[in-house]
């Protein structure tokens, strides 16, 4: 338990508020900072940065995921830890530190890391395979919706892993000192590649999902014509090179480290989504 507020840099997100709900269960007082939040948050607006920071202490932090909001992140946390913040808990992303063009975004997420480490914070650092939920909302859901996941990952597999595990490895993070200066990588407790996410969704939502496979660079332009900003669209092409290139094909016992018990599985997940009409038409 602690008596101080804790900021939830991303409140709103997939990871955010899990944490938040998670920490206000416990008595924690948290204060969510979002461009729609009452103390009013924005990346790309630095005079909205020290207000949210002023009084706090702790803080969890889900960044931007493309480079140049990376980027802003690193002067965000100089400029909190100036203004007094002490502790700090990471989003971070198990790709972390891939070298190559491709690995851009996974390279500047290392930078984002070393700046943590850096900052004379206390700090952990929570690297997870891509998320669960990023079939029920936000990346792939309105594939999902039409039936197929027009992807660019190849034939690569990832180990899904539920936000709601990431969430409670950040709140023990949080509140217990004993994670200060520790790195985990979470993942779920198996791979599973896009025919096979595709299997599992088809089964738990009982209608056909299929995979289809893209080209990075025929992604991208759908994103695009779909109304996407080509910077996104370009950021989540590179986000899922480390699945095409077949470098997450691994299994990480973060969640057994911290939480002692094993990560929620991937189809468990799929068929407790589908009854609450997440992919209802």
Partial sequence: MTNTTILILGGKGKTGRHVTERLQARGVQTRLASRSSARRFDWYDEDTWEPVTTGIDTAYMAPPVDPPGMMRAERFIRQAAANGLRRLVLLSGRGVGSPGREFEVYEKGLELENAVKDSGLDWTIVRPAWFMQNFSEDFFYDSVMAGELRVSAGDGAEPWIDTEDIA????????????????????????????????????????????????????????????????????????????RNHRSEYLSDGVRQVLGREPRDFADWARRTARTGAWSA
């Fill in 168 to 243: 409670e490895v950040m709140v023990a993070a949080l509140l217990d000192p004993k994670h200060i200066g520790e790195t985990y990588s979470l993942s779920g407790p198996r791979t599973l590649t896009m025919t096979e996410v595709a299997s599992e969704l088809t089964a738990a939502i009982g209608r056909p999902i299929r995979y289809v496979e893209l080209e990075p660079e025929e992604h991208v332009a759908e994103l695009v014509g779909y109304g996407a900003p080509r910077e996104v669209a370009e950021s989540l092409r590179d986000l899922l090179a480390v699945i």
